[in-house]
């Protein structure tokens, strides 16, 4: 009789291919290649932090597929730029937002999917003993790392004139920076929330499994 599948079980050959299939879509004849070259990076890099741990400290499947969607929203990005991806364009002209929002959408993500790898990482290390400072943790690690990039933004913006427009993506808005760390704030909170004891029974699972 053959074993059930377990549910926290990734599918490397599925997530191999639309993530190849992707990054080769958005390299194809990119709006700007320096700008898809920085946008796509951490997504590259994630790739290959993944593979090689993925026999030491293979992740949950919830946390291979919130990746594998950032990864997503980064190429798409990267491809377009964040200020003139076509779905942040539909949404202009459908609700009449003074800009294209989509790079709003990437900095939320920023929060949301990095909340849930620190998450699995802290728990499985027990790093907290309780769940109030681990997730204050959490929160203020998801914070910083969006402080981060955005320092790497003014960094690129002060190398490059030439791609800092693209890259940064401000699109006129004063406050483009600071909302941008609100959204990851708001995202990493909201995953928190949202998706806390979905990835307490992966976790369960995928102990038994270790």
Known sequence: MPEPVQLTQPRPATWIAVFTALLLWSGFEPKD???WMLEVAPAVIAAIVLFA??????????AYVLILIHCVILMIGGHYTYAEVPAGEWVRDLFDPPRNNYDKLGHLAQGFVPAIITREVVIRLRVFSGAAWRNFFIVSFCLAVSAFYELIEWWVAALSDEAAEAFLGTQGYAWDTQSDMFLALVGAVLALALLGRIHDRQLADIAQDL
């Open 53 to 62: 741990t993925r026999r030491r400290f293979p992740l949950t499947r919830l």
């Open 33 to 35: 290649t320096v700008t």
